[in-house]
């Protein structure tokens, strides 16, 4: 949650309830908590779901198991940084934007609430990587905001687009510019992903609201959406007569999934409330539209043409995309069917590239993909894009060192060969370090029976021959950590006893 609203904010949800509101006074008014956004029991649970929905369809939507994700307890638009506002605590449907943005380029915001969306125009209002839609109602109306001169600033200019509407709006009248509109959208903008907050207080018979679109109008701009084939978060919102929000949005369920549902609703624990005729769809009322047509195709033009000033759609720039994390099951081969094709997904996870053992002992060519090998790397964010190909780096070479000269022990007096296979820098305005090394002691001055063959430490092998007499001089290390020869070094062919090391 902290991804876009302040520390301070989200603490104060946590900690806030009914009992405290006298002690969380201040607090209460800077957050902006009480008249259209009361604290009640269970506020942060409410959050944490709502958001967390939103959250958890994204990500089944980056991961690409899914083309569509649904989140109807979402679409908490009005929600600001660090202030609630119009019922909306946390703001899920910035937060889905967020994590989308980890792996698309673009991603396309639409609202069809009545209301404007003024939080999630506010958050991306100065960048071209987000477009936000609009279509609300404007004028003496929360939040008052949404103007269609409202297009956004700076890198963002153009990449916010509102529709004002004004009361009764019909089916035929929302359809004869949301269409268009939204063709030119997707055809300039080209989104990776799309988030479309489907509130229902813009229904016919809304207690709050005063537009007049059928279930069926609602719906047909969802249908239209869908039918780009780019992957879409569903999200709810508004809607305060809560019987048509249920049946709207179990049409819309049913339009995603492409099926057809039974226009009778049956009998349930909540069938009294749909009564009197008990039916799914609901019939617009008789109000009068007050958007004339030349109003409508006014407003059209204007966004058609500020569309059509758009660049090409913006790039950004190539980093590594975050993996999925395949769950255990999925990497689990043993019962797959050898005639289904696993997802992208779960094939990179589980491809091992040329320097994925670069530390380890295998050597050029014998890495072999190991069923869930991950990647590395999880936590960077941008656009998924082909891995560059990376050339392997050469193996650190081993030195072999011999310990200072004159050195006294406690023990009887030895020959140590040093070797070292890690690299150690030494950091600035510090000593130099010598790394971690493995010893073997060559005790030459107990060779007793026969002079070629060289007696080891204990625990090891008590073979090999004789060192041939050009055996390259002992190495040390310097402060940078390279090997270089010593001169005065000790020639470990000697049989007589050494002075020391």
């Known amino acids: 949650m902290t991804r876009f609203h302040a520390d301070e904010y989200v603490n104060f949800l946590k900690t806030v309830a009914p009992e405290r509101l006298l002690e969380m006074q201040p607090l209460l008014a800077r957050f902006n908590a009480g008249e259209d956004c009361p604290v009640f029991d269970g506020l942060w649970d409410f959050c944490q779901l709502s958001a ?20 109807w307890a979402g679409g908490l638009h009005h929600a600001k940084r660090a202030e609630a506002s119009g019922f909306c605590y946390i703001n899920d449907c910035v937060l889905a934007i967020l994590e989308l943005l980890k792996i698309h380029a673009r991603v396309l915001y639409i609202d069809i609430d009545i209301h404007h969306g003024d939080g999630v125009e506010e958050a991306f209002y100065t960048t071209d990587r987000v477009m936000t839609v609009s279509f609300h109602k ?34 035929e009248a929302y359809r004869e510019i949301f269409v268009p509109v939204m063709s030119k959208v997707m055809e300039k903008f080209r989104p990776g992903a799309v988030v479309m907050q489907c509130g229902a207080d813009s229904l016919s018979g809304d207690r709050l609201g005063c537009f007049n679109l059928s279930i069926d109008g609602h719906a047909d701009c969802v249908q239209f959406m869908l ?18 929000v249920a049946r709207c949005w179990a049409f819309e369920t049913a339009r995603a999934l492409g099926t057809e549902i039974n226009p009778d609703i049956p009998y349930n624990d909540y069938y009294e409330f749909y009564g009197p005729d008990f039916r799914l769809h609901i019939t617009p009322s008789n109000i009068e539209d007050h958007n004339s047509r030349e109003h409508l195709e006014n407003m059209r033009n204007r ?7 758009l660049p090409a759609a913006p790039s ?47 050597e050029d060519g014998d890495a072999k993909p190991i069923p869930g090998a991950r990647r590395k790397s999880s936590t960077q964010s941008a656009v998924v894009l082909p891995p560059m190909p990376r050339s392997r780096p050469t193996p650190p070479q ?16 030895s020959n140590t060969a040093v070797l070292n296979t890690n690299h150690n820098r030494t950091t600035p ?20 029976a026969d002079p070629d063959v060289v007696k080891l430490a204990p625990g090891l092998p008590k073979t090999g021959p004789r060192p041939p007499d050009d055996v390259p001089e002992p190495m040390s290390i310097d402060s940078s950590g390279v090997g270089k020869e010593r001169k005065d070094s000790v020639d470990i062919d000697k049989k007589d006893k050494p002075s020391g090391l």
């Open 303 to 309: 966004i058609l043409k500020h569309l059509s000033e």
């Open 227 to 244: 039918s780009f084939g780019v992957p879409v978060l569903l999200i709810g919102g508004g809607g305060y007569t809560i019987r048509n």
């Open 138 to 171: 404007f004028g003496d109306y929360f939040p008052g905001t949404g103007d269609i001169g409202d297009v956004g600033y700076g890198r963002g200019k153009n990449y916010s687009v509102n529709f004002p509407l004004n009361e009764g709006i019909t089916d």
């Open 52 to 71: 967390g929905g939103s959250l958890a369809g994204a990500e089944v939507l980056n991961s690409g198991d899914a083309d569509i994700a649904i989140n």
């Open 398 to 413: 081993k030195h072999i060192s011999s310990m200072p000269p004159n050195r006294t022990t406690s023990g009887p007096q």
């Open 316 to 362: 950004v720039p190539l980093h590594d995309a975050p993996i999925s994390r395949p769950q255990k099951e999925d990497v689990d081969s043993d019962n797959d069917d050898p005639n289904v094709r696993k997802p992208m997904r779960l094939m990179d996870a589980l491809r091992v590239r040329s320097n994925e053992f670069e530390d380890s002992d295998i």
């Open 429 to 448: 305005n510090s000593s130099p370090r010598l790394p971690k090394v493995s010893t073997v002691k060559m005790e030459v001055d107990k060779v007793k």
